[in-house]
């Protein structure tokens, strides 16, 4: 099956999923109430990683709705992307770095996605002209960077890519580009199944560092096609690196994300964050990790890693910055330290906090909730 089939194969409604799964009518209906407010979109690929037999299953639990999503509590834009937006689908938090909303589709529509506002629902927050996003960038010198995300970015037409790659290179203070994806996991054939698009890679590598972040978060979503995926990119001089989310169900013991993470490397792709999970509407509730178990957890996986695996930072995405969780001290004080920072005042500034075994996340004013 190609990729384009697999496009159009995906499982978008509960009444597809239920036989699969084994749901009765009325455990169809009330998911399909959650997908009326939160779309599904679950490539045939990716399904055959869920194990039906599994109530418990890891993968099945990034994919498949639950009546989980309307829980209480959360919020829609957790780390202040609209204070951070210049212009139309572009964000500018950091100084060196600018952030490119390219398209609201995604090959699947993660359970714990931090921007369920928009993912397969609205355009408004998306870049629709490219010729604006580049000269902001081109006028703001001291943007060294730029991430390509959405939505995923691996999901716009290879021309759109290909008009992003052509300009972007071509502005002198930019050091690298970013493109944001989870395609190597959930559909790994749009990458090694398009020669145009790899191609396309292979070609903008020569003149400008070009690096791929992707997401894995569990070892069985490192497969065969994913490798092909990777090795495709790594082949045609892109760099790989990923970002996993610490999630509860999925990935939260030391054995697990330790396995995940020298898999990853073994592979060839760093592992160079592990983010805490937003407190997102839809998320909170099911998939956060408290701060403190956070830390042993990352603590255990990066025990079992060597080289490349001990680099990762555990971390969260806050309004105020990329926040580092770096440890619990003997009297019971937790340790951060900003790794990026919205104000300069915050530059690399190191503080601690009392937390309660139940806090997952930081406040306005970085005390725990």
């Known amino acids: ?85 210049k212009l139309e689908g572009l964000q500018h938090k950091y100084a060196q770095t600018a952030l490119l909303l390219s398209t609201n589709q995604c090959a699947m529509y993660c359970r714990h996605c931090f921007r369920k506002r928009m993912v397969g629902l609205t ?12 000269a902001y960038v081109r006028d703001h010198r001291e943007i060294t960077n730029i991430l390509i995300s959405g939505g995923d970015a691996f999901m716009n037409p290879n021309h759109i890519i290909t008009r992003y790659l052509s300009e972007l290179t071509a502005i002198e203070h930019l050091d690298f580009i970013r493109f944001g994806s989870r395609v190597p ?21 020569q003149r400008k560092a070009l690096y791929l972040v992707t997401q894995f978060n569990h070892p069985r979503e490192i497969t065969p096609q994913a490798v092909k995926a990777i090795r495709a990119m790594i082949e045609r001089g892109v760099q790989v690196r990923n970002q996993t989310v610490l999630l509860r169900g999925v990935n939260d013991s030391g054995e697990t994300l330790g396995q995940l993470l020298s898999g990853l490397t073994r592979v060839g792709v760093v592992p160079y964050y592990v983010f805490q999970c937003r407190p ?77 075994p139940s806090h997952t996340w930081l406040d306005s004013n970085l005390n725990g909730i």
Not at 57 to 80: H, K, N, Q, Y
Not at 193 to 205: C, H, I, M, P, S
Not at 307 to 329: D, N, Q, V, W
Request: hydrophobic letters at 40%; one cysteine or more.
């Open 1 to 85: 099956m190609s990729w384009q089939e697999e496009l159009r194969n995906g499982i978008r409604t509960a009444e597809q999923l239920a036989p699969i799964l084994g749901w009765t009518a009325e455990e169809t209906a009330r998911r399909a109430e959650v997908i009326k407010r939160f779309p599904m979109m679950i490539t045939p690929y990716y399904l055959s990683l869920v194990n039906p037999a599994d109530p418990a299953d890891p993968i099945a639990r990034m994919c498949v709705p639950t009546l989980d999503e309307f829980g209480p509590g959360g919020s829609f834009d957790t780390s202040g992307e609209a204070s951070n937006t």
């Open 123 to 134: 355009g408004d927050e998306l870049n629709r002209r490219v010729d604006e996003a580049v």
């Open 185 to 205: 996991v959930t559909l790994p054939e749009r990458i090694y199944g398009d020669q145009e698009f790899l191609d396309t890679f292979a070609k903008y590598a």
């Open 280 to 356: 997102v509407t839809g998320v909170k509730e099911r998939f956060q990790v408290p701060i403190q178990e956070g830390i042993r957890i990352v603590d255990a996986a990066k025990a079992r890693q060597n080289g490349f695996g001990k680099a990762i930072r555990y971390a969260m995405s806050h309004p105020k910055g990329k926040i580092e969780i770096l440890c619990t001290l003997p009297s019971g004080e937790t340790v951060f330290k900003f790794h990026q920072s919205k104000d300069d005042a915050d530059l690399a500034r190191v503080f601690t906090r009392t937390l309660a």
